[in-house]
């Protein structure tokens, strides 16, 4: 073998796609989600008027949530992801920041009704989701995947996954998004409002279809276009709010 054909060789197999940007659309092809992935740090818009989108930053495990009408964001940190494990230490600490400028003979009183009220809007703890491959397969806009059932108790969803690597989404890539369906699956099962989509016990895939809690999504275009940055930063005119409950 020559030197050249060896290095396009050399070049072929370490070659990586540096960006993956992934668009669902719904059954009446308006855009219904659109998922940025570039480094640590993955973009989520769920379309509609595009008002809010999200950041997650794997690297830290992170989430910005930012709302474009209001032009304010809130974030949520490791440690308040934590907290959510321990919801009577997250409402005193609440509790406590709501009542600090109230007199002492009526905070305790307070204190007791609020607590009261937070408690009966708090959802039960959800049990774990139970995800399991049909052995069926479909094709979606050219994409072969796999049928997988999500059961909830009484709940069922759909998905139809395929590998990552069928999409040209690099490990690493892959990583982020797995990641934030983690976090995602345990917020879900805490609060009773489970949207999330975790094949990590079945594989590394990816979700092609979706069809969940009323919500329908197909995959319908993959590009590994350079992502722009600056959709990871935050405008400098936007303002931090603090976290709502």
């Known amino acids: 073998m020559t030197i050249l054909p060896m290095i396009l060789l050399l070049l072929m197999a370490t070659i990586t796609y540096a960006d993956t940007s992934l668009t669902f659309t719904n059954k009446k092809d308006n855009v219904a989600m659109k998922m940025q992935i570039a480094g640590n740090k993955m973009r989520a818009t769920s379309v509609g008027d595009n008002s809010s989108y999200m950041i997650y930053d794997a690297a830290n495990t992170t989430f910005t949530m930012v709302d474009t009408k209001d032009k304010s964001y809130f974030v949520m940190d490791k440690e308040a992801i934590a907290s959510l494990s321990d919801i009577g230490a997250m409402m005193d600490k609440m509790l406590e920041k709501q009542l600090a400028d109230m007199p002492a003979e009526q905070r305790e009183m307070m204190r007791g009704m609020m607590a009261n009220m937070i ?33 909830l108790k009484r709940k069922k969803s759909e998905f139809c996954v395929t590998e990552y690597s069928a999409i040209g989404m690099s490990q690493d890539e892959y990583r982020v998004i797995e990641s934030f369906q983690g976090v ?57 709010q603090e976290m709502p409950f």
Do not use: W
């Open 184 to 240: 995602m699956s345990h917020m879900a099962k805490q609060f009773g409002a489970d949207k999330s989509m975790d094949f990590s016990e079945l594989g590394d895939f990816i979700p092609v279809n979706y069809n969940q809690a009323g919500e329908q999504g197909t995959l319908s275009e993959v590009n590994h276009n350079t992502i722009d940055s600056s959709l990871f930063v935050l405008p400098s005119d936007y303002k931090r």
């Open 119 to 151: 408690k009966s809007q708090i959802s039960k703890e959800m049990p774990k989701p139970e995800y399991s491959l049909t052995g069926k397969t479909k094709s979606y806009n050219g994409f072969d995947c796999r049928v997988v059932k999500k059961k």
